[in-house]
């Protein structure tokens, strides 16, 4: 999901740029810009709060109405400001999967190395911060197991900051902590990874405005053309009310489905904590969106 700036609350360059969305990249650097004086004529939060406040009470009402739960995230959730100018406001168009394939990106040369789901291992030094452990299984819509499934993620640092020329936020970077890591899902579905706990960062779309700390998923399915972009959370945050993203899913029990668990048989003694989080993806009685032999019409016959 991405998360834009906002940029009618700073009124000075430099303009720091959101970089949620994007993986990290090498370090350029370059010694941290200073964010721009804010404007006082900014959103505050209490006013974002009463504003997302009144759509889930609105969203209420209509479930005591009738109305069947929301799974998804709203695409024009207006609290989330520029997510009313990116949305999507047309069909989207069909595209032939071979061409497609012929211009995706490649995961490096060479096949995933079970080691690169440990991103504390992939400098010289050891990160600073939380270490963590995620697990999980990825399943499908009847509870199977997906193997063979490319899991990747990224994340920000401790002190929730990405290694990417976009993020200029100014807490510290570390020289031992990348931030991105992948591997390929078991016979049982499973994947695991070693990581830190990420940090909550400023994001801008309103004065004051942070975001929960948590970790960006990406799957890949068979083909290219098969992905799915999420973000996993950890339990307890107390900026869940406070994050337009977060919020964006209107429905509290589907919203409770990217928040990891903490899980004591998977915490190591004097290691490591641990999460548990299964991605469910979906299956064999899904209710099509997209139907390419027969369209809206196939849509309607489910």
């Not at 998804?72 to 497609?100: F, M």
């Not at 509870?143 to 900051?161: D, F, H, K, T």
């Not at 990405?162 to 990348?178: E, G, M, S, V, W």
Request: glycine share 8%; net charge negative.
């Amino acid at each position: 999901m991405p998360e834009d700036v906002n940029l009618e609350i700073f009124n000075a360059d430099p303009i720091t740029e959101d970089v949620s969305d994007a993986a990290p990249q090498a370090e350029t650097g370059a010694a941290p810009k200073k964010y721009a004086p804010l404007d006082a004529a900014a959103e505050s939060q209490a006013h974002l709060s009463a504003e997302m406040k009144s759509i889930g009470e609105a969203y209420a009402k209509a479930l005591k109405d009738g109305a069947p739960a929301e799974t998804q995230p709203r695409l024009d959730y207006a609290p989330y400001r520029s997510s009313v100018l990116r949305h999507p406001t047309k069909d989207l168009h069909h595209a032939d999967p071979e061409t497609i394939e012929l211009y995706s990106p490649a995961f490096g040369h060479m096949d995933v190395h079970a080691l690169e789901s440990d991103l504390t291992i992939q400098h010289n030094g050891e990160p600073v911060g939380e270490r963590i452990l995620v697990s999980g299984r990825v399943l499908d819509g009847d509870g199977r197991p997906v193997a063979g499934q490319l899991v990747e993620i990224w994340q920000a640092n401790s002190a929730g900051r990405y290694i990417h020329k976009r993020d200029q936020h100014p807490a510290p970077l570390d020289p031992n902590f990348t931030g991105v890591g992948r591997c390929i899902t078991g016979a049982d579905g499973s994947y695991s990874f070693t990581t830190i706990k990420p940090g909550a960062y400023p994001w801008k779309n309103h004065l004051n405005a942070w975001r929960p700390a948590h970790i960006h998923f990406s799957l890949f399915g068979q083909e290219f053309t098969q992905r799915i972009v999420t973000q996993m959370y950890f339990p307890g945050d107390q900026l869940f009310p406070l994050d337009p993203i977060y919020q964006s899913i209107v429905d509290q029990d589907a919203r409770d489905r990217l928040v990891a668990t903490y899980d004591h048989d998977l915490t190591k003694p004097e290691w490591a904590i641990g999460y548990r989080w299964d991605i469910v993806l979906t299956g064999s009685k899904r209710t099509w969106t997209e139907n390419e032999a027969f369209g809206t019409a196939g849509d309607e016959s489910e």
